[in-house]
């Protein structure tokens, strides 16, 4: 669990992180945070970027990035302390 929510926290920043960069993109940066995800074998049930237009946005304006991953996506078995949960991670960057 602990693993996941680490690689959640990852997925985040790293999403954040090339939408605040000064030609940033949404969908750029919701790539980076996908390969991040799928490179530690997690599949993520949602990536949103507020606001969705980071490239048209002024430098200085705050961007939030939240990822999203169901808690049972690594179990070995269908029951336990994690079924059903969701592992959220929230990053906040300003536009370069």
Known sequence: MLFMRQAVVQSAYETVKA???SRGNATDAELVGRQVLT?????PQ?????PRNVDSLAA???I????NVNGDAKSIIGFGPFRGLVI???ATMFKE
């Open 39 to 43: 490179a530690r074998r997690l599949t």
């Open 46 to 50: 949602s990536i949103t970027i507020n």
């Open 88 to 90: 959220e991670a929230q």
């Open 64 to 67: 939030q990035v939240t990822v």
């Open 60 to 62: 200085g304006t705050p």
């Open 19 to 21: 939408a605040a960069k």
